[in-house]
């Protein structure tokens, strides 16, 4: 017989601080409820640390920004320079750009800051870019993500804006030249316009509104609801799980990777220090945006290479290759629409076709499953190519907003330049459109062909009967795996003929989506029948590289005796892996 005897309390272990302080924390906030979230596995692929670089810049970004405010004046009275920069003693300016040149050279590490800010501002936004165009190819915007895409591009819209209103607010020559093409931009916009310059800039530019009024938008109203964004869209990713890429184990109700604690948290530290340390690297060396040498804005001067930051120059050379087109309607209302189209309907429509893209391919193929599996490029080739379309698109736009630095450094006529990106608006995209797609339609030839012959090796063997032959090793059952389990998109049928001479009233509604979903999935290749891997496994080549059936094989061995890649015979072929045979 026992007995279980209370231990007096002077015999009790006193727990440790640590745990102490946990069950303090647990009684008013229910840490421990958060265990669920501590273990939540992510994936881990290359690919998914753009997102990462661009959260990173984004806490850079809220750090110096914060650092700035107590230094810059968002002022534009007018003042007399009299600070330690000798070239630009005794120049008016405005107390904006004042504040920014003595931030510069006057206070301590204040030359550092802004260049951290300017760079983690650029390395921010194009590293959204990629990390868009990474769903985009890759498939991640269908459902249940399609909220989180539009939140997605919101935040890369919203970014793009900052970006811009923070380059604006030091008033320097070059982003006044910027400023006075936005409230033209605004101007041109029919019906709202006039109310649209008066909000923005308090009236005709410049006054003694438009920076103060940035500034509220650059430090206060922008930033507020793009971290409020970031914060949704990382509940969304914790809400429905994180995409991953198909192989061995991978299904569309798991998630293979590494959990939140401790693995995963310490992989993300320590890349938030790499991205923090290149950032500051290149703040540190590389010189931008030096606004003392482009001296104030002043209305009647411009400096020659006048050139945006890079993400807006899509738009500048939008600008540029537009014709001065311009037409009057009744009412005496002059139409410009050598600055409507380019600078507000063709941006329009770009953002509106990218961020809309999830529906209009639901919409078209009729898919309502979820999906947590990403596709490769190669698997969705007319995707695939609008989208290095609609990148090449970008590409020709921003290279014509540079016509006048490539005139200058090529020795070029700048008309020359212009017309070449006016045509290369339309010819371009359209040929890296079809060159992209035979691309993606040629890599799924060669998935096939690897699936069916294995992989080449680069190493010649020559047969018993003289012939010469590559030696192809069969694939590693992690590629195999992946090849195997794509799943080739159904086209949906054409609609279906009248009955009984009632003529269908959906017909053109089934037609056109009949159509579309030719051409997002029609041509593809065929996945190997179950026939072709048993005939290729038989015929062809097992997994030591020797023939099953005494003959030369595909990948130039036989299973005699000779040209065998190991020195074994007939041994070697039978001990076949059993769960290489196809049943």
Excluded at 174 to 181: D, V
Excluded at 504 to 519: I, Q, T, V
């Amino acid at each position: 017989m026992s007995t279980t005897e209370k231990a007096p309390h002077s015999a009790r272990t006193v727990p440790p601080r640590g745990e102490r302080i946990a069950d303090w924390a647990d009684g008013r906030l229910g840490i421990y409820q958060f265990r669920f979230l501590i273990r939540k596995v992510f994936p881990d692929h290359w690919t998914f640390m753009f997102g990462e670089i661009a959260l990173y810049s984004f806490i850079v970004l809220l750090i110096t920004g914060v650092w700035l405010t107590m230094f810059f004046d968002p002022s534009m009275t007018e003042t007399v320079y009299n600070g330690s920069h000798v070239p630009l003693q005794g120049i008016p300016m405005s107390q904006a750009y004042a504040s920014t040149i003595k931030i510069s050279f006057d206070v301590r590490g204040g030359l550092f800051i802004r260049q951290l800010h300017h760079w983690s501002a650029l390395v921010m936004i194009a590293a959204l870019m990629i990390h868009t165009l990474r769903h985009f190819l890759t498939g991640s915007f269908r459902r249940p993500r399609e909220v989180n895409w539009l939140i997605g591009f919101v935040i890369l819209v919203l970014v793009t804006l900052e970006g811009f209103v923070g380059y604006s607010l030091p008033d320097d020559l070059l982003s006044g030249t910027g400023l006075r093409i936005a409230e033209g931009v605004t101007l041109a916009i029919p019906l709202v316009g006039t109310y649209l310059t008066l909000f923005l800039f308090g009236g005709e530019y410049p006054g003694h509104d438009v920076i103060p009024r940035f500034y509220s938008f650059h430090i206060l109203l922008i930033p507020g609801i793009v971290l409020a964004l970031v914060a949704v869209h990382l509940i969304y990713v914790f809400y429905h799980k994180h995409t991953q890429f198909r192989g061995p184990g991978r299904t569309e109700n798991n998630v293979v990777g590494q959990p939140l604690m401790p693995v995963y948290t310490a992989k993300a530290g320590g890349f938030f220090f790499l991205v923090f340390g290149v950032l500051a690297l290149l703040a540190g060396i590389a010189q931008i945006n030096p606004v003392w040498t482009y001296g104030p804005y002043r209305a009647d001067q411009i400096s020659q290479g006048s050139q945006p930051d890079w993400y807006m120059g899509f738009l500048e050379g939008a600008l540029r290759a537009m014709p001065a087109w311009e037409f009057v309607v009744p009412g005496g209302y002059t139409v410009n629409m050598g600055v409507l189209l380019p600078a507000v309907i063709l941006p329009t429509v770009m953002m509106a076709v990218w961020a809309l893209w999830p529906f209009l391919e639901a919409w078209v193929t009729g898919d309502k499953r979820e999906h947590h599996l990403l596709d490769r490029p190669r698997e969705a080739p007319a995707r695939t190519a609008f989208c290095c379309a609609f990148v090449a698109l970008y590409l020709v736009l921003f290279f014509g907003g540079a016509n006048d630095v490539l005139a200058e450094r090529f020795h070029l006529s700048l008309n020359t330049i212009t017309w070449t990106v006016r045509i290369g608006v339309f010819v371009v995209p359209a040929l890296t459109y079809v060159i992209t797609r035979r691309i993606c339609l040629g890599l799924q030839l060669r998935d096939r062909d690897k699936l069916l012959h294995g992989r080449e090796t680069g190493r010649i063997k020559r047969l018993p009967h003289g012939e010469f032959a590559e030696v192809h090793a069969p694939l590693d059952r992690d590629q195999e795996y992946t090849l195997l389990s794509r799943q080739l998109p159904e086209i949906l049928p054409a609609p279906a003929p009248a009955d009984d001479g009632v003529p269908n009233p959906d017909a053109r509604k089934e037609m056109l989506r009949h159509r579309l979903s030719h051409w997002l999935h029609g041509g593809q290749t065929a996945q190997p029948t179950v026939e072709e891997l048993r005939h290729a496994l038989e015929h062809g080549h097992s997994p030591n590289g020797h023939s099953s059936n005494g003959d030369a094989s595909s990948n130039g061995h036989s299973s005699n005796g000779h040209a065998s890649s190991n020195g074994h015979g007939q041994a070697a072929v039978e001990g076949r892996e059993p769960d290489r045979e196809v049943h």
